[in-house]
């Protein structure tokens, strides 16, 4: 389940929030699926902090092939700290998926900071950015966001490292002063807004209620979005949404097949219509009836 660059990544969390968190009173959910050698699996483990209703940090691996890490901090609202979001996945270093951000939950007057920490990063990376409208509306414009591109590991080690470690000595240690009612209520806003949105577009969620059930992806709903304030997942849920199987036709009336539409759920959530729609007219210009995971793979390679 995990990889060089995701050791390091974990290593520097542990390193830099030494003191912050906790390193024994935590929970953690850990779900696993074999099926021969294609492993699915997640290990998701929570706990809160002085002035941090929660840090969640989740590990995964999906059909042995795609690994990553996803940290959200949830500060406590009254504290004004700002929320701190990574996540990366894909294919390093040639497919990366990855967001580094800290994002504000009042006017904190620290953007002049974060924009030359930006430029530091980003400056010389033109594969940066998405034209996701999601990733728009919860990152700020001094995020690190690479959209299946390529970035160096040693790269996005260092922009990790930069901005937790701003987080923690400019925004987590210093605060001390408690926000007003009204402010409180604008953070309380901001931060349900990411979680609204984020949870949306949670690739992981579908591929976890394939895997693991309901109940399973209960649980870590309940761990990534649960705490103050929790976000209530509703009917349109992206973990309940029907389960494709292989009788599915598409719009061209071409038939996708189980083991397909599985590997598309592996894509992030923003990609699948393109991947979807690509296949589709490769399939239509070369006569193919049935659209197959090899038939897929080949045509991201």
């Known amino acids: 389940m995990r990889s060089e660059l995701l050791d390091k990544l974990i290593e520097i969390i542990y390193r830099e929030l030494k003191g912050i968190i906790p390193e024994t009173d935590f929970t953690e959910y850990s779900a696993k699926r074999n099926e021969g050698d294609k492993v699915t699996q997640t290990v ?10 929660r840090l969640a940090l989740e590990q995964y691996q999906i059909n042995s092939k795609a690994h990553g890490v996803v940290l959200n901090i949830y500060p406590k609202p009254e504290t004004g700290i700002p929320l701190f979001t990574f996540q990366i996945g894909g294919q390093v270093p040639d497919k990366v998926i990855l967001v580094i951000d800290i994002i504000p939950l009042r006017k ?6 974060l924009e ?15 034209s996701q409208d999601w990733v728009s509306r919860i990152c700020t414009k001094n995020a690190i966001i690479c959209q299946y591109k390529p970035f160096e590991p040693a790269k996005i080690l260092e922009a990790f490292t930069d901005y937790l470690r701003f987080w923690r000595d400019s925004c987590y240690l210093p605060a001390t002063e408690a926000l007003s009612e009204e402010e409180v209520r604008e953070a309380n806003r901001v931060i349900l807004n990411f979680k ?15 895997k693991f059930g309901r109940a ?3 649980a ?23 389960e494709a199987t292989d009788k599915a036709e598409s719009t061209q009336g071409i038939r996708w097949t189980a083991e397909a539409e599985e ?23 070369s006569g193919i009836q049935e659209i197959t995971r090899d038939f897929v793979e080949k045509l991201r390679s």
Do not use: W
């Not at 998701?44 to 209703?53: E, G, L, V």
């Not at 030359?116 to 998405?130: I, M, N, P, R, S």
């Not at 699948?272 to 690509?278: D, F, G, L």
């Open 116 to 130: 030359v920490l930006y430029k530091k990063h980003a400056g010389d990376e033109k594969q940066l950015g998405t």
């Open 44 to 53: 998701f483990r929570i706990c809160a902090a002085d002035k941090i209703n």
């Open 216 to 218: 399973m992806v209960s």
């Open 263 to 285: 590997y598309l759920l592996e894509a992030p959530k923003f990609v699948r219509s393109k991947i979807r729609n690509n296949a589709e007219k490769k399939a239509l210009e």
């Open 220 to 242: 870590i709903e309940d761990a990534a979005f649960g705490c103050e304030p929790p976000l209530l997942p509703s009917v349109e849920s992206a973990a309940q949404q029907p």
């Open 108 to 113: 904190s007057g620290m953007g002049a900071e």
């Open 196 to 210: 609204s949105v984020l949870h949306a577009n949670d690739a992981g969620l579908n591929i976890y209620l394939k």
